[in-house]
Antibody, heavy 120, light 106 residues
Framework: EVQLVESGGGLVQPGGSLRLSCKASGFNFSSYWMSWVRQAPGKGLEWVGTIKNDGREKFSVDPFKGRFTVSRDNAKNSLFLQMDSLRVEDTAVYYC?????????????WGQGTLVTVSS | EIVMTQSPATLSVSPGQRATLSCRASQSVSTNLAWYQQRPGQAPRLLFYGASTRATGIPARFSGSGSGTEFTLTISSLQSEDFAIYYCQHYSDFPTFGQGTKVEIK
């Protein structure tokens, strides 16, 4: 069974840092691009960033560039999201998702999500 | 950035009736379009990719269509478990999601 399990969420003060982890199983992790998607309370889905299968290239957009870093350890079938300079508006459930083979694609499956709360 | 717009925001449908959800892209995404279902308290689940290819385990009452900028998700006969929020997402370049359509019981 293909499975993604996130961990590392919690309460952090504004300006603080947090590192999320995602443990993958049931598929050849090193072959797939991987991504993070977030969902603020009561809101829609927002793509955070993507990393290629070999970890050599990463993609993100302006709200996250310079603050959030996606990385991976293929030997440990793990994906990470390092979040720095956190803001109240970063409060959300963060999902780890499997992306495509060789190109970005649809997201399947999704992890159960981990809640990050940024508050003083 | 390609903007995805879903309509309506909320759709009230009686069980057993048909539901039609729309998704529009601000520029062509070919068929690089996915649909997801999110039930309350759960993670999203993939329904369709390639605009019309049903994901594993998705019932036949769900169908997806469209290409370019106009896409449709149809649920032919709504069951109780289908009342949820549905999102479209393109993957033509940096992915973006629509804002979602909530399908509620009428």
């Amino acid at each position: 069974e293909v499975q993604l399990v996130e961990s590392g969420g919690g309460l952090v003060q504004p300006g603080g840092s947090l590192r999320l982890s995602c443990k993958a199983s049931g598929f050849n992790f090193s072959s797939y691009w991987m991504s993070w998607v977030r969902q603020a309370p009561g809101k829609g889905l927002e793509w955070v960033g993507t990393i290629k299968n070999d970890g050599r290239e990463k993609f993100s957009v302006d709200p996250f560039k310079g603050r959030f870093t996606v990385s991976r350890d293929n030997a440990k079938n793990s994906l990470f999201l390092q979040m720095d300079s956190l803001r109240v508006e970063d409060t959300a459930v963060y999902y780890c998702v499997r992306d495509g083979l060789l190109v970005t694609a649809w997201f399947d499956p999704w992890g159960q999500g981990t809640l990050v709360t940024v508050s003083s | 950035e390609i903007v995805m717009t879903q309509s309506p925001a909320t759709l009230s449908v009686s069980p057993g009736q048909r539901a039609t959800l729309s998704c529009r892209a601000s520029q062509s995404v070919s068929t690089n379009l996915a649909w997801y279902q999110q039930r309350p308290g759960q993670a999203p689940r993939l329904l369709f990719y390639g605009a019309s290819t049903r994901a594993t385990g998705i019932p036949a009452r769900f169908s997806g269509s469209g290409s370019g900028t106009e896409f449709t998700l149809t649920i032919s006969s709504l069951q109780s478990e289908d009342f949820a929020i549905y999102y479209c997402q393109h993957y033509s370049d940096f992915p973006t999601f629509g804002q979602g359509t909530k399908v509620e019981i009428k």
